[in-house]
């Protein structure tokens, strides 16, 4: 099946320092790829939508300079956690689709976010 | 706003017995899929329901679609502990929402 690659898998850092998290499609070209958020014991927030070559679209209440989104390639998405507070502390996932209306999302491992 | 209302939160079992968790939505869906993440994991996709009144089934987990596309059930028969996890639906509409998801947990 579709591999999605996610890394890192846990960061820990002091607040203030900036964070990125890569999303890659390994086996195939992921149009579209999301992000999202999931606290504990609760479910998957959808924090934004990206298109390759395009500006991601963020859901609202979701700052888009403090989660600076950048999808480069048909493999290849980044979220960059700006700046980072302890309440930034979570559960980040991503998701890749291929082409395709009905096409499912194939997810990454997540990357367990904690700042000190 | 939430786009899709899933229940039960929490569902606790004894191996042997059934689960289903439901997915309801106010508008008409064209699609629904449901995922499955184990604790501590990323969700996985099962499967995807497109048509009124779908019925699918993969070994005992039987899924349904609604006749008016705005509600799914998930339906896992004879649980085992393998079962245990969390289980989501998920609409697209442009972009995926997902349910609350219903946690599962299977006593041996």
């Known amino acids: 099946g579709a591999v999605v690659s996610q890394h890192p898998s846990r960061v820990i850092c002091k607040s203030g320092t900036s964070v990125k998290i890569e999303c890659r499609s390994l086996d195939f070209q992921a149009t579209t790829m999301f992000w999202y958020r999931q606290f504990p014991k609760q479910s998957l927030m959808l924090m934004a939508t990206s298109n390759e070559g395009s500006k991601a679209t963020y859901e609202q209440g979701v700052e888009k300079d403090k989660f600076l989104i950048n999808h480069a390639s048909l493999t290849l998405s980044t979220l960059t956690v700006t700046s980072a507070h302890p309440e930034d502390s979570s559960f980040y996932i991503c998701s890749a689709k291929g082409q395709g209306l009905n096409q499912p999302q194939h997810f990454g491992d997540g990357t367990r976010l904690s700042i000190l | 706003g939430q786009q899709v209302m899933q229940i039960p939160q929490y569902q606790h079992v004894q191996e042997g017995e059934d689960f289903t968790t439901y997915c309801n939505s106010s508008?008409?869906?064209?699609?629904i899929q449901w995922y499955k993440q184990r604790p501590g994991g990323h969700p996985v996709f099962l499967i995807q329901?497109?048509?009124?009144?779908e019925v699918k089934k993969q070994k005992r987990l039987t899924f349904q679609f609604g006749e008016a596309k705005k509600n799914s059930s998930l339906h896992i028969t004879a649980t085992q502990t393998t079962d245990v996890g969390t289980y989501f639906c998920a609409v697209n509409f442009n972009k995926f929402y997902f349910g609350s998801g219903t946690k599962l947990n299977v006593k041996p």
């Open positions: 329901l497109v048509k009124s009144g």
């Open positions: 508008t008409t869906l064209s699609n």
